[in-house]
C-alpha cells in the first residue's frame, strides 16, 4: 500500500508545492499572478461540477449560470447594496445551494440525456433573467467597482497575493472535501450511482437523495467560484453566467479526468495556461484545442489524472499477479454512457505531455 | 413465515407479468421459484426487492408491510438481491465493490467524512471488515485488489452475492445464481447456498438448473404466464401433472422435469 501511495501523494505535494511558491514565480508579473488566480478560481468551480458529473454521473449544464448567480450576488450586493464582501459572500454561497437545492427537485426527475437538457435550460432561464432584468442587473452594461474583501487583521485582501491565497485556501478545502468524500460511503453511493443506478438501489442507496445532495452541493460550490470571481475582477458581465462557462468547466473536467480528486485543478491550470499561450490566435484556438481534446477523449478518456491512476493501478496488478486478462477499463459499462466518459479503453502507449507537475496524483475512481 | 406475499400482481399496461401470486416464505429455508421462460419469476423479485411497485396484493416481510418500499428501503429492512446477468462496478478493486455495499448499514454521511469524525472512522473500518469477512466468505478474499470487471464469470457472481451479504439482509434474492456456470461450478454455487443459509440467512432464488433446484430447495413455487400453479416440495412439484404440463406442453407423461 505505500509503495502504491508514495507517487500519488507526491503528485499531490507537488501541485500544493506549486501552488504555494506560484507568486514568488510569478512577482512582478501581476497579470500572470491574475491568470493563475482565475485559474484557481475556475478549479473551485469544476470541483463542484466534479461532484455531480464526475462522481455521479450527471451531466449538468446550469453549472455555468450557478457560476455567474454567485457573481452577481456579490457584484450587485457589494455595489448598489453597499454590503461588506463577506456578507454578500456568505449570502451567495448559501444562495447557490438553496436555488441548487430547489431546482434539483424538479431537475432530478429526469434522467440521463434528459436531466442535461433540463439543466442547459435552467442555465439559458438564468442567463436570459441576467441580460433582461435590467433596473436589477444592469444587463449588458455588467456591475462594476465590486468591493475587495475586507481585511480580516494583519490580512490585506487588495494585495493581490493575499486574496491569491485566500483562493488557494478554498480550492484547497474543495480538493480535501472531494478527497474525503470520495474516499467515505457516501462517494461510495455516488459512484454507485454513476455505475449503475440498478446496482446502487439493489445495494441500498437512496439514489434521489444521493443525487439530490450531490447536485446542491456542486451549486454551492459555483457560487462560492462565483463570488470569488467577482472580487478578484472587479468588473463582471454577462458572460460570466453564460453556457459556455459551463463547457468551460466541462472542458477542465474532461482534460484534468472526471472522478478525481486532482482532476479538476490540473485541468483548469492546464488549459488556463494553453488559453493564454494560444491568445494571439483569438477563437481559432479551438482550432488547436479541438484536436487535442478528440486525442484526449480517444487515448485518456478519463483525464491526465485518471490515465496517471490507471497507469499505476494497472503496473500495481501487474506486479501483484502475472497475467491480467485485460487492460483496467474505465468505468460506466453498465450504464448507457451518460457520464459522457467516452470510450472505455483507458490504456494507450502515448504518454500525456506537460505533466511533469501533476506526475501521478491523487487516487482513482471508487 | 419471513416474507408473506397475498395476492401480488403487476399489470403493464394490459398486460399482467404477475397476478394474483400468493405463497410464503419460511424462515431458514431454501424457496425455489422456478417456470418457463417469460412466467414472470423476474418480474416477481423486481416486486420484492421494491424495483417494481405492485399494481395489486400486498408483501409482509417479517410482520412488517413492506408493499410498494423503494428498493433502498427494503435492503434496509433485510432483503437483499443478486441480478440474472451479473451487475459490478466496473473499472472498481473486488473489494471496493463490496464495500460499497457496507453503505446501507452505515450511519455516517458526507460531513462525517469531510470532518474525519470518529464515527466515520469507526464506519470505515466496520465496512472494511465485514467487506473482508463476506469475500472470505465466498472464497474470493485472495482476488481483493482485482479490477472485478476483469474477472472469470463463475468470480463475478461469487462478488455479487458477497456484495449483497454485506449488505446484511436477512433474506437473499438470487436470481439464476448457476446461470452460465458448468455443473462442477454449479455444485460449488450449490454448496455456497447452503453455507448462507447455514448462517441464518433465508434464500430465495429463480433458477432453471433443475438438478440445482431439486437438490437445494425446501419449497418450490411454479409460475407460469404470471400466475402460480403450483407449490410443494420437491417431491410434490415433481409429480405435479400442471407443472410437467406448464414446462412440456399437454400429454406429456415423462415424470422427471430436466431442463
Known amino acids: ?366 | 413465515m419471513l416474507l408473506e406475499v397475498r395476492g401480488l400482481g403487476k399489470a403493464f399496461g394490459g398486460l399482467h407479468a404477475v397476478r394474483d401470486v400468493d405463497f410464503d416464505v419460511p424462515e431458514g429455508r431454501v424457496t425455489a421459484i422456478i417456470g418457463p421462460n417469460g412466467a414472470g419469476k423476474s418480474t416477481l423479485f423486481n416486486l420484492l426487492a421494491g424495483f417494481y411497485r405492485p399494481t395489486a396484493g400486498t408483501v409482509t416481510f417479517d410482520g412488517k408491510n413492506i408493499t410498494g418500499m423503494q428498493p433502498h428501503q427494503t435492503v434496509r429492512a433485510g432483503i437483499a438481491r443478486t441480478f440474472q446477468t451479473t451487475h459490478l462496478f466496473e473499472g472498481a478493486s473486488v473489494l471496493d465493490n463490496v464495500r460499497a455495499a457496507c453503505v446501507v448499514r452505515s450511519s455516517s454521511h458526507a460531513l462525517d467524512a469531510v470532518l474525519h469524525t470518529p464515527r466515520h472512522r469507526r464506519d470505515e473500518k466496520r465496512s472494511l471488515d465485514t467487506s473482508m469477512s463476506e469475500l472470505e466468505f465466498v472464497g474470493v478474499a485472495h482476488l481483493r485488489d482485482e479490477i472485478a470487471s476483469t474477472l472469470p464469470q463463475e468470480a463475478q457472481k461469487r462478488i455479487s452475492i458477497a456484495q449483497a451479504l454485506a449488505t446484511e439482509p436477512r433474506l437473499l434474492l438470487l436470481d439464476e445464481p448457476a446461470a452460465g456456470t458448468n455443473d462442477e461450478e454449479t455444485e460449488a454455487f450449490g454448496s455456497l447456498i447452503r453455507e448462507i443459509v447455514a448462517r441464518g440467512v433465508t434464500v430465495c432464488l429463480v433458477e432453471h438448473k433443475m438438478s440445482m433446484v431439486m437438490n437445494l430447495a425446501d419449497q418450490i413455487v411454479v409460475l407460469d404466464h404470471g400466475q402460480r400453479i403450483a407449490v410443494g416440495t420437491p417431491d410434490d412439484i415433481r409429480s405435479n401433472p400442471l407443472v410437467i404440463e406448464a414446462y412440456l406442453g399437454a400429454d406429456a407423461d415423462t415424470t422427471g422435469v430436466t431442463t
Open chain 1, 1 to 366: 500500500m505505500t509503495t502504491l501511495l508514495r507517487p500519488r501523494l507526491l503528485g499531490v505535494l507537488l501541485i500544493a508545492i506549486a501552488f504555494l511558491v506560484a507568486p514568488m514565480l510569478v512577482s512582478g508579473q501581476p497579470y500572470l499572478l491574475r491568470i493563475v488566480t482565475t485559474a484557481a478560481i475556475y478549479a473551485i468551480a469544476a470541483y463542484g461540477l466534479n461532484i455531480i458529473l464526475g462522481l455521479t454521473g450527471q451531466l449538468s449544464l446550469a453549472h455555468g449560470a450557478f457560476f455567474g448567480v454567485g457573481a452577481y450576488i456579490v457584484g450587485l450586493a457589494t455595489t448598489d447594496h453597499d454590503w461588506s464582501f463577506w456578507t454578500a459572500f456568505g449570502v451567495a454561497i448559501l444562495a447557490t445551494t438553496v436555488l441548487g437545492y430547489a431546482s434539483g427537485l424538479i431537475a432530478l426527475r429526469t434522467q440521463g440525456a434528459y436531466f442535461a437538457i433540463f439543466t442547459m435550460a435552467l442555465g439559458f432561464l438564468i442567463f436570459i433573467i441576467i441580460i433582461r432584468w435590467e433596473s436589477v442587473t444592469h444587463a449588458h452594461s455588467g456591475v462594476s467597482g465590486i468591493k475587495l474583501p475586507e481585511s480580516i487583521g494583519p490580512l490585506d485582501f487588495s494585495d493581490p497575493v493575499v486574496l491569491y491565497y485566500l483562493v488557494i485556501l478554498f480550492l484547497a478545502g474543495a480538493a480535501y472535501m472531494t478527497h474525503a468524500i470520495l474516499h467515505s460511503n457516501a462517494g461510495r453511493s455516488l459512484v454507485a450511482i454513476r455505475t449503475s443506478e440498478d446496482l446502487a438501489k439493489s445495494i441500498g442507496v437512496n439514489v434521489g437523495v444521493s443525487k439530490q445532495l450531490a447536485y446542491t452541493a456542486s451549486a454551492g460550490f459555483a457560487g462560492l467560484a462565483g463570488g470569488l470571481f467577482a472580487t478578484l475582477n472587479g468588473f463582471i458581465g454577462a458572460d460570466s453566467a453564460s453556457i459556455d462557462l459551463t463547457f468551460q468547466f466541462l472542458l477542465f473536467l474532461l482534460i484534468g479526468g472526471m472522478g478525481t480528486v486532482m482532476g479538476p485543478v490540473v485541468g483548469s491550470v492546464l488549459v488556463a495556461f494553453l488559453f493564454e499561450l494560444l491568445q494571439g490566435l483569438e477563437s481559432y484556438r479551438f482550432i488547436v484545442l479541438g484536436p487535442i481534446i478528440v486525442l484526449l477523449v480517444i487515448f485518456a478518456p478519463r483525464g491526465i489524472v485518471g490515465y496517471l491512476n490507471d497507469f499505476l493501478t494497472s503496473r500495481r496488478s501487474r506486479r501483484a499477479s502475472p497475467p491480467p486478462s485485460g487492460g483496467p477499463d474505465g468505468r460506466n459499462g453498465g450504464a448507457d454512457g451518460r457520464s459522457g466518459s467516452g470510450p472505455d479503453q483507458g490504456t494507450a502507449p502515448d504518454r500525456p505531455h506537460a505533466t511533469s507537475a501533476a506526475a501521478a496524483t491523487s487516487e482513482g475512481g471508487l
